[in-house]
């Protein structure tokens, strides 16, 4: 299984939020390349990164941090945030991000998804973020009718190959995963499914690892202390 650290960015700076709430925004590192470099020197391969502004307003201002991180490290750069065009993910493939994560646009506009998996195959993810077992969007300002797994299905049926699944109401809380929806949607479709969202200490990673989950993603458990990065690497094999 791999392991993902995380850095969201908002305004420029790496923070977290509690639930996906932008009004608990909390900074947690001075500098997002130092702590990048941290990551890497634990024995991370990649580095899961989210542009919170993007989220919401579905501009790029943060592009530069994330594609600093792909060209200054060895990590592969997964990328998420207001991607919801062709030309956006198209301008980071092409400055060396290794992964684009695909969030609201997946739901409202199924095509662009189809498209970019055309076009890019596995470098494409798609990412379903899930509020009471239904998928929200515009940085989880909204909340779709769409189940979690009907959406999971969809995707892994058009060839998306990895998911990157998400309960907000475990998201940056320390609260352990949500192994019973971990399991359904990696039963409910045929794509590599990443975990995010309440992991708290190593207890976590070993879960996901039982659930045979793709990998997972380790945000506020690595600032809090509540998880040794290294650790979990190590554990994940």
């Known amino acids: 299984m791999i392991i993902l650290p995380a850095i969201d960015i908002k305004d420029g700076n790496c923070v977290r939020l509690f639930?996906?709430?932008?009004?608990?925004?909390?900074?947690?590192?001075?500098?997002?390349?130092?702590?990048?470099?941290?990551?890497?020197?634990?024995?991370?391969?990649?580095?899961?990164?989210?542009?919170?502004?993007?989220?919401?307003?579905?501009?790029?201002?943060?592009?530069?941090?994330?594609i600093?991180?792909?060209?200054?490290?060895?990590?592969?750069?997964?990328?998420?945030?207001?991607?919801?065009?062709?030309?956006?993910?198209?301008?980071?493939?092409?400055?060396?991000?290794?992964?684009?994560?695909?969030?609201?646009?997946?739901?409202?506009?199924?095509?662009?998804?189809?498209?970019a998996v055309k076009e890019y195959g596995d470098r494409i993810a798609v990412g379903i973020d899930a509020k009471n077992g239904y998928v929200a969007t515009e940085g989880w300002l909204e909340t779709s009718d769409v189940h979690f797994t009907d959406l999971a299905k969809a995707m892994s049926d058009i060839g998306v190959k990895y998911i990157i699944f998400t309960d907000i109401s475990k998201d940056g809380t320390l609260s352990g995963v949500n192994d019973v929806q971990l399991k359904q949607i990696n039963e409910a479709c045929s794509a590599n499914i990443i975990a995010s969202g309440g992991v708290h200490t190593i207890k976590d990673i070993?879960?996901?690892?039982?659930?045979?989950?793709?990998?997972?993603?380790?945000?506020?458990?690595?600032?809090?202390?509540?998880?040794?990065?290294?650790?979990?690497?190590?554990?994940?094999?």
């Open 19 to 66: 639930k996906g709430d932008y009004g608990t925004v909390e900074k947690v590192a001075e500098s997002y390349m130092d702590t990048a470099r941290s990551f890497e020197n634990c024995g991370a391969e990649w580095i899961h990164m989210v542009d919170l502004d993007g989220a919401k307003d579905a501009t790029q201002q943060n592009k530069d941090i994330f």
């Open 68 to 115: 600093d991180v792909a060209k200054n490290t060895k990590l592969k750069v997964e990328v998420g945030g207001g991607i919801r065009t062709l030309d956006t993910v198209e301008m980071y493939i092409s400055a060396g991000i290794s992964r684009v994560i695909i969030g609201s646009a997946a739901v409202k506009n199924p095509q662009l998804v189809k498209d």
């Open 206 to 237: 070993i879960t996901c690892k039982n659930l045979d989950l793709y990998g997972t993603i380790c945000g506020k458990s690595i600032y809090s202390g509540t998880l040794d990065l290294r650790e979990a690497i190590e554990k994940s094999v």
